[in-house]
């Protein structure tokens, strides 16, 4: 075979795992960040405003709005990165190789892929 | 002639999917909302309408998977693959009214997957097989109990944190918690299963003939590298409006067993089990897994029983597990009957087609008529006034049905 004449043949795709344990491992952090962060951020609400309400001294009060406030505005938050994914889905994944173009340039074989 | 007539009989029955798989799956956003008496059944089931209307405009991601990821869009063409698709649909309508019968809380998406590859088995349509196991039947294995252990860590956080509140104080704020969590699980409820129809509406319009909706991106060598839908805005408010109406009917039978059957529910944590359904819906949609929000939310509630260690009825939660694994054979075995039932008429028959619409249409009376026997209703599952008078006691599923 010529090296320096360009060669295109098709190629056999790799092999796509039937499990994606990236993507898993993935899933299972960030949902058990916003979950469990959503419950706690709420009940952390919910003490800021019995503190806040039920303070004798200022300090006491102030600190437990402020807690409050700080987690409302956590739980705001996070429920509107929820809508956002919701509204904008990521692009699908990159598309797969199904053939690849190779060359043989100066003697050194270089792919792309399709 | 024969053409249009599959086609309108095609999108009258997928509206009625769409119908069914409203009022069957209202439960996985707002069953737990109503067992705490955070909201009246009337205004859950209306406001999860509202939510899961708004949802199925927001993107058709969902809709190109089911309409191009598990069989070849390009093979279905013609009155025989009209016929195919309605045969799909058949055996998922099917299914649906069976478990809401039975009052089983199950996977109306499986459902619809189990009809296609059914038909398309039987159909002579080639089965993306590697795209069903990872990403239909390797999620819903891992998605509940994913959701169960969150739900269950989530509501363990939750009634620490309670001590330092008070009970009282803690139910009230999550009562109030609960209305935006089954908001947003609604939403995410209506951007799944609402385009789940679509796309195999957008499936039957191109195989009677619109290949403008069907968008390939080829390669070198014509190979198709990917396709894409475009899904006409009437089928969007058709499916939206369909879905919706519904879930504001209210499967109530389902709604019982999701939210009183499994275990006893209050409101922290129901707050728990949706927001952790929310998230991992949420997580798994950004990664392309479209997931079954039934299987998600019932993990859910199970995780929260086992969180505030309160007791779980495991046997239920076995017999709803045992309909998940039927689910996708058993639609499956329906759509095949129905598309070989038509197929006796001649391939492709317009006749064939109205035979099979004639028996389901019976067949779902049947069903309807037998579940008016012992009816569950709203007014029964009614807790605000004492949110925790259990009118409904916990039972066995086949009992109840």
């Known amino acids: 075979m010529n090296p320096i004449a360009a060669v295109t043949y098709k190629a056999v795709p790799p092999p796509v795992p039937l499990v994606d344990w990236t993507a898993l491992w993935h899933i299972v952090v960030i949902s058990l960040a916003f979950g469990c962060g959503l419950a706690l951020g709420f009940g952390l609400l919910l003490l800021g405003l019995s503190r806040g309400g039920d303070g004798k001294r200022g300090v006491e009060k102030i600190g437990g709005y402020l807690l409050a406030g700080l987690c409302g505005a956590a739980c705001i938050v996070a429920i509107g990165v929820g809508v956002y994914v919701m509204c904008n889905p990521p692009k699908s994944k990159p598309d797969k190789v199904v053939a690849v173009t190779s060359s043989y340039v100066a003697g050194i074989r270089t792919d792309v892929a399709i | ?401």
């Open chain 2, 1 to 401: 002639m024969a053409s249009e007539l599959i086609l309108i009989v095609v999108i009258v029955t997928a509206i009625g999917f769409d119908f069914t798989n409203g009022f069957h799956d209202t439960a996985n956003a707002v069953a737990t909302s109503i067992a705490t008496g955070a909201l009246k059944p009337r205004q859950a089931v209306l406001m999860s309408a509202v939510f899961n209307l708004v949802g199925a405009f927001i993107s058709i991601s969902v809709a190109a998977k089911i309409a191009s990821g598990l069989i070849s869009a390009t093979s279905i063409h013609g009155n025989s693959g009209l016929v195919l698709i309605f045969a799909a649909l058949c055996g998922a309508i099917l299914w649906n009214l069976l478990t809401w019968y039975f009052t089983l809380p199950s996977s109306s998406s499986h459902a619809l997957i189990g009809g296609i590859v059914g038909a398309a088995l039987v159909g002579g349509v080639t089965v993306k097989w590697h795209s069903l196991f990872s990403s239909v039947l390797i999620p819903a294995v891992f998605s509940p109990f994913i959701c169960m252990g969150i739900a269950a860590l989530s509501t363990f956080m939750v009634y620490r944190l309670a001590r330092s509140i008070g009970e009282g104080r803690t139910n009230r704020g999550y009562k109030h918690g609960q209305i935006i969590s089954a908001a947003l699980v609604s939403l995410a409820h209506g951007t799944n299963d609402a385009q789940k129809t679509m796309g195999v509406i957008t499936l039957a319009l191109i195989a009677y003939g619109e290949t403008h909706l069907l968008h390939s991106k080829v390669g070198a060598h014509g190979v198709v590298i990917s396709t894409a839908l475009s899904v006409p805005i009437w089928v969007k408010i058709l499916c939206g409006g369909a879905i919706a109406s519904g879930t504001a009917v209210g499967g109530w039978r389902i709604i019982n067993t999701m939210g009183n059957r499994i275990t006893e529910v209050e409101s922290p944590q129901g707050f728990s089990a949706e927001t952790a359904s929310a998230a991992v819906i949420l997580a798994s949609s950004y990664y392309g897994y479209p997931l079954s929000t039934t299987h998600v939310v019932s993990g859910g509630v199970m995780g929260a029983g086992i969180g505030k260690r309160a007791a779980v009825h495991w046997g239920v939660a076995g017999q709803m597990a045992t309909g998940w694994i039927f689910t996708i054979p058993a639609a499956g075995v329906v759509g095949a009957i129905a598309w070989s039932i038509a197929d006796l008429f001649g391939k492709g028959s317009a006749v064939g087609a109205l035979v099979i619409a004639a028996i389901v249409a019976v067949a779902a009376a049947g069903v309807f008529q037998l579940a008016q026997r012992k009816p569950i209703t709203a007014a029964e599952l009614d807790r605000t006034a004492d949110p925790m008078g259990a009118t409904l006691t916990p039972t066995p599923v086949a009992a109840a049905a």
